[in-house]
């Protein structure tokens, strides 16, 4: 199975929904993973990330957020802050 390099915010909501749809009882019945892996293309250790940041988030702010983080952290790391940017630039424009 190739699996796709990262999934969009609607799928991974997608993905939480028929996640807790599956569930009975606490638990998702034997082999019940493997269609959606399929269908999105992802590991059941994706499924797994997802489900569990899902949990995370509900316990702490009472909303299910697993949306990706890798827009929040990636790029380059700030190296100075914003009011000592703009303090250089009007010093130099002076």
């Known amino acids: 199975m190739t699996t796709k390099p990262r ?3 609607a799928q991974r909501t997608e993905v939480y929904v028929r996640l807790s749809l599956l569930k009975s009882n606490g638990r998702i019945k034997q082999g019940g993973l493997k269609p959606l892996c399929d269908e999105f293309g992802v590991t059941k250790m994706t499924l797994s990330k997802i489900w569990r940041r899902a949990c ?9 957020v697993v949306n990706s983080l890798i827009k929040s952290n990636s790029g380059r790391r700030a190296n100075r802050d914003l009011a000592n940017v703009r303090a250089q630039v009007t010093a130099v424009h002076a």
């Open 7 to 9: 999934l969009t915010d």
């Open 56 to 64: 995370e988030t509900k316990a702490a702010t009472g909303v299910a």
